[in-house]
């Protein structure tokens, strides 16, 4: 009889699945929801490190918190109607659910960036990323999910909440999993314009932008930034991509290659030492539009760019995009060929390949020093994967990966240019030998607030009506002329040395502080920087430096820089950049324009625009070669990495 009455009490709690039952269902739905909810809000705020401004995210971004709660619940039900039971499948999505959240806040704490796709390579090494974890959290999530499974355990035994096996439940079931597998399939096209995905992005107020992860995370939620940065396309493929075709280009450079070499003096670039400085924000204030100054900032860095290789390089960035002219500098890569979503290729290129050729492949020794973190822009992984020896930076933890010389400049909170130059001078003593070193600097960098003891400069004009912008400028004007000081200061110290030393010295992008020219009319000079490229006395009396060159060097892409300094140096040239010799020579700079058309922006060397349906003949053949080249290395097949092509 105490059997039968158990038996009877059991079936009337049993709660299974029957087609008419649908307060189950929508109580098993409901309960996935709230878990989702719970933890996209708790996600946030492990973030933010604060569980008040968690649950204000919450409120203030609820078509995000709501869409991405949704998007998690609908994973659950899918992973139910896969496996046919609730309590496994709804423990399966606490588990994931909370492991996103340990993870993205344990890598927040190390590295102030949050969980992105390119991270998910380390899933390779799990022994060593526990053991970079916070032991006794860990330890308490452990000890929670061992709970959550035996609670499962006891749930299915008991209170099992499962599928009927009917060929109707089936069919439901495999058209939820194929909907839901249709619908997560659509989450990389979250940067593709006009696409679905696209679209409700832009509903839900998703702010999409790469340069700042972590930012990014603090404004959209770490989930929906995980979503952002798998939506890239690298590059489309060109019609005739195959593997003959490669050949044929790689042939063809070859050659090119060797008639090239015939009047270079120098096999072994190994011998010589080669700097990139980027100067951050860097460009002459008397060539805006509509403002004059009252005296010139800058006139160290004029005499130098008067008595050497220089110009003007056509940036794709205006007020920021400071790691796209650095990636397109290293990899002599047009960025204009890349996708439009393609906005930050040290995030969505480098961290998802590994292969990565640049300029840092030619040399044995190669070494990066930027005075900030290492964080932004995914720098540090970025340059691991480029080959950089050693990286310092402000946030470096070992020996190799503190700066040297770190000293803010007067009031500011940012290093000044002439400790960065110090760090450079340190690497060219600890290692005597040739080597690459790469530079970043940031004393320019935004705000542009009351930062040093003195303004003796003065901005008139439409460019800086508004007083606010004025006051800018002024401090502006005052950084640059410190950076044009100390960088003379650098440059005279290069020609103690002896042995070949030259520096491609660049700036970045105009600070965006300018306010009274329209964009359309004025967007080449708002996006022209200056440049230059210094061989030390010792390259210049000793056959490793040609001198000043003086064409094809007016306005240049950062993607000429390698090949015109290799030229500089007297260097020999692989199939590569025998193919980019001919681009400096024969092609107009090129950027992405501001209506960011496929055609981008075409500026010659007389600072004329130019229409790419008005190339040459030969121009456009070799804009297909070098596109073809760019889409194998970065997007395609890699075919010519097998042909030597880089080497």
Not at 45 to 73: C, E, M, P, Y
Not at 551 to 579: D, G, W
Request: hydrophobic share 40%.
């Amino acid at each position: 009889m105490e059997k039968k009455q158990h038996a009877e009490f059991l079936k009337k709690i049993n709660w299974r699945l029957k087609g008419k039952n649908t307060l189950i269902i929508l109580r098993t739905i409901g309960l996935m929801l709230f878990e989702s909810m719970v933890i996209v809000a708790v996600t946030q705020a492990l973030q933010l490190n604060n569980v008040d401004a968690g649950l204000i995210w919450a409120i203030g971004h609820k078509r995000i918190f709501v869409i991405v709660s949704l998007g998690l619940t609908l994973l659950g039900i899918a992973l139910c109607a896969f496996i046919g039971r609730f309590w496994t499948a709804n423990t399966i999505l606490v588990i994931f659910g909370t492991a996103f959240a340990f993870i993205n806040q344990q890598k927040h704490v190390a590295r102030s960036e949050p969980l992105l796709p390119s991270d998910l390579i380390f899933i390779k090494e799990p022994r060593e990323m526990l053991k970079m974890a916070n032991q006794n959290i860990l330890l308490k999530i452990i000890a929670g999910i061992v709970v959550l499974i035996l609670l499962t355990i006891l749930f299915e035994r008991f209170f099992p909440v499962k599928w009927q096996n009917s060929r109707l439940f089936l069919a439901i079931r495999v058209l939820i999993v194929g909907i839901t597998v249709i619908g997560f399939s659509g989450l990389n096209k979250i940067n593709i314009e006009n696409s679905a995905m696209n679209n409700l992005s832009n509903w839900m107020g998703n702010d999409i932008y790469f340069w700042d992860s972590n930012s990014a995370a603090n404004k959209n939620g770490p989930w929906l930034n995980f979503i952002n940065f798998l939506g890239s396309k690298t590059m489309e493929k060109p019609s005739n991509y195959s593997k003959q075709t490669m050949r044929k280009i790689a042939n063809k450079y070859t050659s090119e290659a060797k008639q090239i070499n015939q009047t270079r003096k120098n096999k072994d670039i190994n011998q010589q030492t080669l700097i990139y400085v980027l100067s951050e924000s860097y460009s002459d204030p008397k060539r805006v539009p509509n403002m004059k100054v009252n005296q010139n900032p800058v006139p160290e860095i004029d005499e130098i760019k008067k008595n050497n290789t220089s110009g003007l390089m056509l940036s794709s960035g205006y007020g920021g995009g400071t790691a796209n002219i650095e990636y397109g500098v290293e990899t002599s890569w047009n960025l204009q060929m890349f996708d439009s979503s393609m906005t930050t290729p040290f995030t969505q290129i480098v961290m998802k390949s590994d292969y990565n050729p640049s300029v840092v492949d030619l040399f044995k020794r190669k070494n990066a020093i930027h005075p900030f973190l290492g964080t932004f822009y995914q720098r540090r992984e970025a340059y691991q994967r480029f080959g950089f020896q050693t990286f310092r930076t402000l946030d470096g933890k070992s020996v190799d990966e503190k700066l040297r010389y770190r000293k803010n400049i007067q009031n500011s909170d940012l290093v000044g240019d002439d400790e960065a130059y110090k760090d450079v001078l340190w690497q060219l003593k600890r290692e005597r030998r040739g080597q690459f070193i790469s530079l970043a600097t940031m004393q320019n960098h935004l705000p542009f607030t009351d930062k040093y003891d003195e303004y003796p400069f003065e901005a008139s004009g439409q460019a800086v009506a508004n007083p606010e912008r004025k006051e800018q400028v002024k401090h502006y004007m005052q950084g640059i002329a410190l950076t044009s000081k100390f960088t003379k200061e650098f440059i005279e110290q290069l020609d103690h040395y002896q042995r070949p030393i030259t520096v491609v010295w660049y700036g970045d992008h105009l600070p965006g502080i300018y306010d009274g020219n329209n964009m359309n009319e004025y967007y080449v000079p708002l996006h022209e920087t200056d440049y230059f490229i210094y061989s030390n006395k010792y390259a210049r009396e000793h056959g490793d430096s040609i001198g000043k060159q003086t064409s094809h060097v007016q306005v240049i892409s950062p993607n000429f820089f390698t090949a015109l300094a290799l030229k500089q140096m007297n260097q020999k040239v692989n199939p590569f950049y025998a193919m980019m010799t001919k681009v400096v020579e024969d092609l107009p700079a090129q950027s992405r324009g501001n209506n960011d058309t496929s055609d981008g922006l075409l500026v010659d060397d007389k600072n004329r625009l130019v229409q790419e349906k008005d190339l040459t003949q030969k121009q456009k053949i070799l804009m297909r070669d070098y596109r073809l080249v760019q889409y194998d290395n970065t997007a395609g097949k890699k075919y010519l990495k097998k042909m030597n092509f880089m080497k």
